[in-house]
């Protein structure tokens, strides 16, 4: 072959490579970044803002200690602190408060300590009675009969500025022991 055969070399070439390495560079850096304030945000959130996010360990009220009428048992709803917005119906929960007298509380987790169902308050024989397997206990929680390896789990209660407040977000449960 002669030299007037050779056929000329494009100078395209290392301009198109150096076009391609570029935007790939620059596709991966910026997925890269998009990845990084994914995972960084809500790091960051919970260090500078931890007052913004939900608090799941707090006291809350359920009414006016006044309000509550001495020697009787009352079932109360509630809703969880903490979650999110659309957790639904499965934020709701419910405790016993009895009014020992004035003052004086139990505030109990209406699931029973065999396995968990809700326990049922019969204000005639003063008794809390569990549906699922005929487990029974008195009107202060101790267990009475039946499968429950022991009495009603209760929740921490205090009065604040004439609040009945429950200590929530930690549910009463078998971490605590039997
Ligand atoms: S769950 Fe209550 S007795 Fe079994």
């Known amino acids: ?3 007037s055969e050779i056929p000329p070399q494009s100078n395209d070439a290392p301009a198109s490579s150096e076009n391609r390495r570029g935007f790939l560079f620059a596709a991966g850096t910026t997925l ?4 990084g304030v994914l995972v960084a945000a809500p790091i960051i959130g919970a260090a500078v803002a931890p007052g913004m996010l939900p608090e799941k360990d707090q006291w809350i009220s359920l009414g006016a200690a006044k309000n509550w009428v001495a020697a009787t ?3 109360i709803k509630f809703r969880n602190p903490g979650g999110a917005p659309d957790d639904g119906i ?3 929960n419910a405790c016993y408060v009895r009014c020992i007298e004035a003052g004086k509380f139990q505030v109990f987790a ?10 049922e308050w019969f204000s005639q024989s003063r008794l809390f009675m569990c549906p699922c397997h005929g487990g029974v206990y008195y009107e202060d929680g101790s267990r ?3 499968p429950p390896p ?3 789990f209760e929740f921490e209660w205090r009065i604040r500025e004439g609040q009945l407040e429950i200590h929530s977000g930690r549910l009463p449960g078998l971490q605590e022991g039997t």
Do not use: Y
């Open 110 to 119: 209406v699931n029973c300590a065999h396995l968990g169902c809700p326990v």
């Open 73 to 75: 048992t009352v079932l």
């Open 144 to 146: 009475a009969s039946g």
């Open 1 to 3: 072959m002669s030299e």
């Open 150 to 152: 022991r009495g009603l």
């Open 32 to 35: 890269m970044a998009i990845g």
């Open 90 to 92: 499965t934020r709701e």
